[in-house]
Protein backbone atom coordinates (compact mmCIF):
# COMPACT_ATOMS: atom_id res chain seq x y z
CA UNK A 1 0.00 0.00 0.00
CA UNK A 2 2.25 2.56 1.04
CA UNK A 3 5.06 1.57 -2.27
CA UNK A 4 1.88 1.91 -4.27
CA UNK A 5 1.27 5.34 -2.54
CA UNK A 6 4.94 6.41 -3.07
CA UNK A 7 4.91 5.05 -6.86
CA UNK A 8 2.03 6.91 -7.69
CA UNK A 9 3.53 10.32 -5.81
CA UNK A 10 6.70 9.96 -7.61
CA UNK A 11 5.03 9.41 -10.96
CA UNK A 12 3.06 12.91 -10.25
CA UNK A 13 5.91 14.90 -9.40
CA UNK A 14 7.78 13.68 -12.90
CA UNK A 15 4.61 14.53 -14.63
CA UNK A 16 4.06 17.81 -13.10
CA UNK A 17 8.19 18.52 -13.97
CA UNK A 18 7.26 17.24 -17.48
CA UNK A 19 4.52 19.88 -17.27
CA UNK A 20 6.91 22.64 -16.39
CA UNK A 21 9.17 22.16 -18.96
CA UNK A 22 6.72 22.30 -21.91
CA UNK A 23 4.98 25.20 -20.43
CA UNK A 24 8.58 26.90 -20.49
CA UNK A 25 9.29 27.21 -24.53
CA UNK A 26 8.83 30.87 -24.20
CA UNK A 27 8.48 32.92 -20.83
CA UNK A 28 8.49 36.22 -19.60
CA UNK A 29 12.24 36.88 -20.66
CA UNK A 30 11.68 36.05 -23.91
CA UNK A 31 9.39 39.47 -24.49
CA UNK A 32 6.29 36.71 -24.69
CA UNK A 33 3.04 37.86 -22.73
CA UNK A 34 0.16 35.21 -23.13
CA UNK A 35 -2.37 37.00 -21.80
CA UNK A 36 -1.79 40.23 -24.33
CA UNK A 37 -2.27 37.91 -27.29
CA UNK A 38 -4.72 35.98 -25.89
CA UNK A 39 -6.83 39.00 -25.77
CA UNK A 40 -5.84 40.18 -29.36
CA UNK A 41 -6.58 36.94 -30.53
CA UNK A 42 -9.96 37.01 -29.25
CA UNK A 43 -10.91 40.12 -31.47
CA UNK A 44 -10.72 37.39 -34.69
CA UNK A 45 -13.61 35.08 -33.95
CA UNK A 46 -14.80 32.60 -36.08
CA UNK A 47 -14.76 28.66 -36.88
CA UNK A 48 -14.23 26.14 -34.14
CA UNK A 49 -11.68 23.40 -32.90
CA UNK A 50 -13.83 20.17 -32.04
CA UNK A 51 -12.90 17.40 -30.06
CA UNK A 52 -14.32 13.83 -29.64
CA UNK A 53 -13.64 11.47 -28.28
CA UNK A 54 -14.74 7.71 -29.54
CA UNK A 55 -13.86 4.33 -28.35
CA UNK A 56 -10.56 2.89 -28.34
CA UNK A 57 -8.90 5.81 -26.97
CA UNK A 58 -9.19 7.47 -30.20
CA UNK A 59 -9.72 11.34 -30.60
CA UNK A 60 -10.85 13.38 -33.21
CA UNK A 61 -10.09 16.83 -33.54
CA UNK A 62 -11.85 18.85 -36.44
CA UNK A 63 -10.52 21.95 -37.94
CA UNK A 64 -14.17 23.73 -38.25
CA UNK A 65 -14.25 26.56 -40.51
CA UNK A 66 -14.98 25.29 -43.81
CA UNK A 67 -16.06 28.55 -45.44
CA UNK A 68 -12.72 29.48 -45.10
CA UNK A 69 -11.04 26.54 -45.93
CA UNK A 70 -10.79 26.18 -42.38
CA UNK A 71 -8.24 28.66 -41.89
CA UNK A 72 -7.16 29.61 -38.24
CA UNK A 73 -9.48 32.17 -36.74
CA UNK A 74 -7.74 34.02 -33.58
CA UNK A 75 -10.35 32.63 -31.59
CA UNK A 76 -9.72 28.72 -33.29
CA UNK A 77 -6.19 29.43 -32.16
CA UNK A 78 -7.55 29.74 -28.73
CA UNK A 79 -9.74 26.80 -28.73
CA UNK A 80 -6.46 24.56 -30.64
CA UNK A 81 -4.81 25.81 -26.63
CA UNK A 82 -8.06 24.51 -24.89
CA UNK A 83 -8.23 21.24 -26.43
CA UNK A 84 -4.68 20.40 -25.78
CA UNK A 85 -5.19 20.96 -22.11
CA UNK A 86 -7.89 18.67 -22.42
CA UNK A 87 -6.28 16.18 -24.60
CA UNK A 88 -3.30 16.28 -21.97
CA UNK A 89 -5.71 15.59 -19.18
CA UNK A 90 -6.93 12.73 -21.14
CA UNK A 91 -5.77 9.48 -19.18
CA UNK A 92 -7.03 7.37 -21.16
CA UNK A 93 -6.35 8.19 -24.56
CA UNK A 94 -3.74 6.65 -26.75
CA UNK A 95 -4.06 8.43 -30.15
CA UNK A 96 -5.13 11.65 -31.88
CA UNK A 97 -6.46 11.94 -35.64
CA UNK A 98 -6.48 15.85 -36.61
CA UNK A 99 -8.60 16.82 -39.59
CA UNK A 100 -10.37 19.10 -41.24
CA UNK A 101 -13.98 19.95 -41.70
CA UNK A 102 -15.56 19.83 -45.27
CA UNK A 103 -12.80 17.50 -46.62
CA UNK A 104 -10.41 20.10 -46.98
CA UNK A 105 -7.84 20.09 -44.00
CA UNK A 106 -6.48 23.53 -42.90
CA UNK A 107 -5.68 26.94 -45.10
CA UNK A 108 -3.12 28.10 -42.19
CA UNK A 109 -3.81 31.38 -40.53
CA UNK A 110 -7.02 33.51 -41.29
CA UNK A 111 -5.44 36.28 -43.94
CA UNK A 112 -8.37 38.96 -42.59
CA UNK A 113 -6.15 38.20 -38.89
CA UNK A 114 -2.95 38.37 -40.12
CA UNK A 115 -3.42 41.65 -42.08
CA UNK A 116 -5.25 43.03 -38.80
CA UNK A 117 -2.17 41.93 -36.94
CA UNK A 118 0.77 42.68 -39.17
CA UNK A 119 2.71 44.55 -36.65
CA UNK A 120 6.03 42.84 -35.70
CA UNK A 121 5.30 42.71 -32.21
CA UNK A 122 1.80 40.88 -32.70
CA UNK A 123 3.36 38.66 -34.88
CA UNK A 124 6.42 37.37 -33.02
CA UNK A 125 3.87 36.90 -30.17
CA UNK A 126 1.18 35.08 -32.12
CA UNK A 127 4.33 32.81 -33.45
CA UNK A 128 5.65 32.13 -29.91
CA UNK A 129 1.58 31.47 -29.00
CA UNK A 130 1.22 29.29 -31.69
CA UNK A 131 5.03 26.90 -31.24
CA UNK A 132 3.94 26.92 -27.54
CA UNK A 133 0.59 24.89 -28.25
CA UNK A 134 1.68 23.18 -31.51
CA UNK A 135 4.75 21.57 -29.38
CA UNK A 136 2.64 20.39 -26.67
CA UNK A 137 0.71 18.73 -29.32
CA UNK A 138 3.40 17.09 -30.51
CA UNK A 139 4.76 15.77 -27.05
CA UNK A 140 1.16 14.24 -26.17
CA UNK A 141 1.43 10.75 -24.69
CA UNK A 142 -0.70 9.96 -27.79
CA UNK A 143 0.06 8.29 -31.24
CA UNK A 144 -1.30 11.44 -33.80
CA UNK A 145 -2.34 11.82 -37.22
CA UNK A 146 -2.64 14.23 -40.03
CA UNK A 147 -5.43 13.44 -41.86
CA UNK A 148 -4.84 15.50 -45.54
CA UNK A 149 -7.62 15.88 -47.36
CA UNK A 150 -7.78 18.36 -49.53
CA UNK A 151 -5.62 20.86 -49.56
CA UNK A 152 -3.12 21.98 -46.00
CA UNK A 153 -1.60 25.25 -46.99
CA UNK A 154 0.81 27.61 -45.00
CA UNK A 155 0.06 26.85 -41.58
CA UNK A 156 -2.08 23.74 -42.32
CA UNK A 157 1.08 22.54 -43.98
CA UNK A 158 2.39 23.32 -40.73
CA UNK A 159 0.08 21.79 -38.40
CA UNK A 160 1.04 18.49 -39.96
CA UNK A 161 4.08 18.55 -38.86
CA UNK A 162 3.21 18.32 -35.19
CA UNK A 163 1.40 15.11 -35.46
CA UNK A 164 3.82 11.85 -35.47
CA UNK A 165 1.82 10.48 -39.20
CA UNK A 166 0.30 12.15 -42.30
CA UNK A 167 -2.00 10.15 -44.35
CA UNK A 168 -3.38 11.53 -47.55
CA UNK A 169 -5.97 10.69 -49.45
CA UNK A 170 -6.37 11.00 -53.40
CA UNK A 171 -5.56 14.18 -54.55
CA UNK A 172 -4.68 16.17 -51.69
CA UNK A 173 -2.19 18.51 -51.28
CA UNK A 174 0.58 19.65 -48.55
CA UNK A 175 2.45 23.18 -49.42
CA UNK A 176 4.37 25.46 -47.87
CA UNK A 177 3.11 28.80 -49.04
CA UNK A 178 5.28 30.90 -47.25
CA UNK A 179 7.64 32.03 -49.21
CA UNK A 180 4.92 33.74 -51.62
CA UNK A 181 3.43 35.62 -48.69
CA UNK A 182 6.84 36.92 -48.29
CA UNK A 183 7.12 34.75 -44.88
CA UNK A 184 9.28 32.01 -43.31
CA UNK A 185 7.31 28.92 -41.41
CA UNK A 186 6.68 30.53 -37.80
CA UNK A 187 4.51 27.68 -36.27
CA UNK A 188 7.73 25.36 -35.99
CA UNK A 189 7.21 24.39 -39.36
CA UNK A 190 10.41 24.34 -40.71
CA UNK A 191 12.03 23.37 -37.57
CA UNK A 192 9.41 19.73 -37.59
CA UNK A 193 10.08 19.57 -41.50
CA UNK A 194 13.87 19.07 -41.32
CA UNK A 195 13.51 16.50 -38.72
CA UNK A 196 10.98 14.89 -40.84
CA UNK A 197 12.27 14.89 -44.64
CA UNK A 198 15.94 16.08 -43.90
CA UNK A 199 17.10 19.23 -44.23
CA UNK A 200 17.53 19.09 -48.26
CA UNK A 201 14.18 18.15 -48.86
CA UNK A 202 12.98 20.54 -46.55
CA UNK A 203 15.07 23.60 -48.33
CA UNK A 204 13.55 22.61 -51.68
CA UNK A 205 10.09 22.02 -50.12
CA UNK A 206 10.23 25.65 -48.60
CA UNK A 207 11.99 27.17 -51.22
CA UNK A 208 9.97 26.19 -53.69
CA UNK A 209 6.51 26.58 -52.29
CA UNK A 210 5.87 23.45 -54.44
CA UNK A 211 2.20 21.58 -54.23
CA UNK A 212 3.29 17.73 -52.59
CA UNK A 213 0.80 15.52 -53.69
CA UNK A 214 0.21 11.96 -52.20
CA UNK A 215 2.90 10.26 -54.42
CA UNK A 216 5.85 12.95 -53.44
CA UNK A 217 4.75 12.97 -50.25
CA UNK A 218 5.24 9.01 -50.17
CA UNK A 219 8.72 9.17 -51.44
CA UNK A 220 9.79 11.67 -49.04
CA UNK A 221 8.31 10.27 -46.06
CA UNK A 222 6.64 13.07 -45.52
CA UNK A 223 3.03 10.96 -45.37
CA UNK A 224 3.13 7.47 -44.39
CA UNK A 225 -0.05 6.37 -46.86
CA UNK A 226 -2.58 7.40 -49.65
CA UNK A 227 -5.98 5.96 -48.55
CA UNK A 228 -8.01 4.60 -50.76
CA UNK A 229 -11.19 7.07 -50.34
CA UNK A 230 -11.46 10.50 -50.41
CA UNK A 231 -14.74 11.03 -49.12
CA UNK A 232 -14.76 12.56 -45.78
CA UNK A 233 -16.63 9.62 -44.09
CA UNK A 234 -14.52 7.02 -45.76
CA UNK A 235 -11.16 8.37 -45.18
CA UNK A 236 -11.99 9.12 -41.55
CA UNK A 237 -12.85 5.51 -40.84
CA UNK A 238 -10.00 4.28 -43.40
CA UNK A 239 -7.79 6.47 -40.95
CA UNK A 240 -8.96 5.51 -37.60
CA UNK A 241 -8.35 1.42 -38.94
CA UNK A 242 -5.05 2.57 -39.97
CA UNK A 243 -4.32 3.94 -36.56
CA UNK A 244 -5.88 1.76 -34.22
CA UNK A 245 -3.17 -1.20 -35.63
CA UNK A 246 -0.77 0.85 -33.01
CA UNK A 247 -2.99 2.19 -30.58
CA UNK A 248 -4.24 -1.72 -29.63
CA UNK A 249 -3.56 -2.56 -25.99
CA UNK A 250 -3.41 -1.28 -22.68
CA UNK A 251 -3.22 2.83 -22.35
CA UNK A 252 -0.39 2.49 -20.04
CA UNK A 253 1.60 0.88 -22.57
CA UNK A 254 0.73 2.53 -25.65
CA UNK A 255 1.41 6.42 -23.76
CA UNK A 256 4.89 4.52 -22.34
CA UNK A 257 5.78 4.14 -26.31
CA UNK A 258 5.01 7.47 -27.17
CA UNK A 259 6.76 8.90 -24.25
CA UNK A 260 10.08 6.65 -25.26
CA UNK A 261 9.82 7.41 -28.50
CA UNK A 262 9.53 11.41 -27.96
CA UNK A 263 12.46 11.60 -25.78
CA UNK A 264 14.62 9.99 -27.92
CA UNK A 265 13.72 12.58 -30.73
CA UNK A 266 14.36 15.32 -28.39
CA UNK A 267 16.60 14.34 -26.31
CA UNK A 268 20.58 14.25 -25.67
CA UNK A 269 21.32 10.58 -25.22
CA UNK A 270 21.92 10.18 -21.96
CA UNK A 271 19.01 12.62 -20.49
CA UNK A 272 16.44 10.20 -22.80
CA UNK A 273 17.96 6.91 -21.65
CA UNK A 274 17.35 8.23 -18.04
CA UNK A 275 14.02 9.03 -18.94
CA UNK A 276 13.66 5.71 -20.89
CA UNK A 277 14.81 4.20 -17.80
CA UNK A 278 11.84 6.51 -15.81
CA UNK A 279 9.14 5.00 -18.03
CA UNK A 280 10.15 1.53 -17.90
CA UNK A 281 9.60 2.22 -14.21
CA UNK A 282 6.46 3.08 -14.68
CA UNK A 283 5.15 -0.44 -17.38
CA UNK A 284 7.35 -2.57 -15.74
CA UNK A 285 5.66 -5.14 -12.91
CA UNK A 286 2.32 -3.31 -14.40
CA UNK A 287 -0.97 -5.05 -14.94
CA UNK A 288 -0.07 -5.61 -18.48
CA UNK A 289 3.57 -7.55 -17.86
CA UNK A 290 1.78 -9.15 -15.40
CA UNK A 291 -0.41 -10.62 -17.09
CA UNK A 292 1.58 -11.33 -20.16
CA UNK A 293 3.76 -13.00 -17.75
CA UNK A 294 0.72 -15.53 -16.97
CA UNK A 295 -0.15 -16.07 -20.55
CA UNK A 296 3.55 -16.26 -21.93
CA UNK A 297 2.44 -15.39 -25.66
CA UNK A 298 4.40 -16.41 -28.02
CA UNK A 299 5.15 -13.96 -30.51
CA UNK A 300 5.81 -15.77 -33.51
C1 LIG B 1 1.21 30.68 -40.60
C2 LIG B 1 1.29 31.53 -41.80
C3 LIG B 1 0.34 31.14 -42.90
O1 LIG B 1 -0.53 30.33 -42.70
S1 LIG B 1 0.59 31.91 -44.37
C4 LIG B 1 -0.51 31.14 -45.43
C5 LIG B 1 -1.89 31.70 -45.33
N1 LIG B 1 -2.78 30.98 -46.24
C6 LIG B 1 -2.92 31.29 -47.52
O2 LIG B 1 -2.28 32.19 -48.06
C7 LIG B 1 -3.94 30.51 -48.27
C8 LIG B 1 -4.76 31.40 -49.19
N2 LIG B 1 -5.80 30.62 -49.85
C9 LIG B 1 -5.56 29.93 -50.96
O3 LIG B 1 -4.47 29.88 -51.52
C10 LIG B 1 -6.73 29.20 -51.54
O4 LIG B 1 -7.92 29.74 -50.98
C11 LIG B 1 -6.68 27.68 -51.25
C12 LIG B 1 -6.44 27.37 -49.76
C13 LIG B 1 -5.55 27.08 -52.09
C14 LIG B 1 -8.02 27.04 -51.64
O5 LIG B 1 -8.34 27.37 -52.96
P1 LIG B 1 -9.80 27.03 -53.53
O6 LIG B 1 -10.07 25.58 -53.29
O7 LIG B 1 -9.83 27.48 -54.93
O8 LIG B 1 -10.80 27.84 -52.62
P2 LIG B 1 -11.03 29.42 -52.57
O9 LIG B 1 -9.74 30.13 -52.85
O10 LIG B 1 -12.19 29.77 -53.41
O11 LIG B 1 -11.35 29.61 -51.01
C15 LIG B 1 -12.66 29.53 -50.48
C16 LIG B 1 -12.85 30.74 -49.59
O12 LIG B 1 -11.95 30.59 -48.48
C17 LIG B 1 -11.20 31.79 -48.36
N3 LIG B 1 -9.90 31.46 -47.80
C18 LIG B 1 -9.09 30.46 -48.15
N4 LIG B 1 -8.00 30.47 -47.41
C19 LIG B 1 -8.10 31.51 -46.57
C20 LIG B 1 -7.27 32.05 -45.54
N5 LIG B 1 -6.10 31.48 -45.20
N6 LIG B 1 -7.71 33.11 -44.86
C21 LIG B 1 -8.87 33.69 -45.16
N7 LIG B 1 -9.71 33.23 -46.13
C22 LIG B 1 -9.31 32.16 -46.82
C23 LIG B 1 -11.10 32.33 -49.77
O13 LIG B 1 -10.80 33.70 -49.76
C24 LIG B 1 -12.48 32.04 -50.27
O14 LIG B 1 -13.38 33.00 -49.74
P3 LIG B 1 -14.45 33.73 -50.71
O15 LIG B 1 -15.34 32.62 -51.21
O16 LIG B 1 -13.65 34.35 -51.80
O17 LIG B 1 -15.16 34.70 -49.83
Not at 69 to 86: C, D, H, I, S
Not at 210 to 228: F, I, N
Not at 264 to 280: Q, V
Amino acid sequence: MAASLWKSLLQTTKERILQQRRASLYVGADGYEEELIKKKLQQFAGGSINLSKVNNGIGILTLNNPKLMNAFTGTMMLELQERVTELENWKDGKGLIIHGAGNTFCSGSDLNAVKAISNSQDGINMCMFMQKTLTRLMRLPLISVALVQGKAVGGGAELTTACDFRLMTPGSEIRFVHKHMGLVPGWGGAARLVRIVGSGAALQLLSGAAKVDPERALHLGLSEETLSSSDETGALEEAQAWLSQYTEGPASVIRAVKKVVTAGRELPLEAALRTEKDIFGTVWGGPANLQALVTRPKHK
